[in-house]
């Protein structure tokens, strides 16, 4: 009969630790998300009072966290544009008209900042999960 070796781990302990470190990145995925949209909302700001007339466009700049396009601490999503209600020109500024050239405040904002904006994220993302870590 031949020798037979078993050997018994008990991994709730590491379970455990994996449940808290899955928690800690859910938790920080909205905070790096926010860090990362504010850098954007700051240069769509900018962009704006550049080629301000009255201040109603710059007032009407908002960014707002979507509950509809996230999902609880696997994916979040902010939205940054203006509201049209408070400055319904607002479309006819970003893409202009037939009698008035286009003086886009968005798109350029986000080409100019899209890699400072991933920088905020990850900076803020690794911030949080140090913290997690006692680092």
């Given at each position: 009969m031949a020798?037979?070796?078993?050997?018994?781990?008990d991994t709730a302990g590491i379970n455990a630790q994996l449940d808290a470190m899955h928690q800690a990145t859910g938790d920080a995925i909205r905070p790096a998300a926010q860090a990362g949209a504010q850098v954007f909302y700051r240069a769509v700001i900018s962009n704006v009072q550049a080629h301000r007339h009255t201040g109603k466009l710059a007032s009407a700049i908002y960014q707002v966290f979507s509950t509809d396009n996230s999902v609880d601490g696997k994916?979040?999503?902010y939205h940054v544009s203006w509201n049209a209600k408070k400055a319904p020109h607002g479309h006819l500024?970003?893409?202009?008209?037939?009698r008035m050239a286009a003086r886009p405040f968005v798109r350029p904002a986000f080409d100019a900042v899209q890699g400072q904006g991933l920088q905020a994220a990850v900076a803020e993302f690794e911030q949080s999960m140090h913290q997690f870590l006692g680092r």
């Open positions: 020798d037979a070796f078993h050997c018994n781990f994916k979040a999503t500024v970003e893409h202009g008209t037939s």
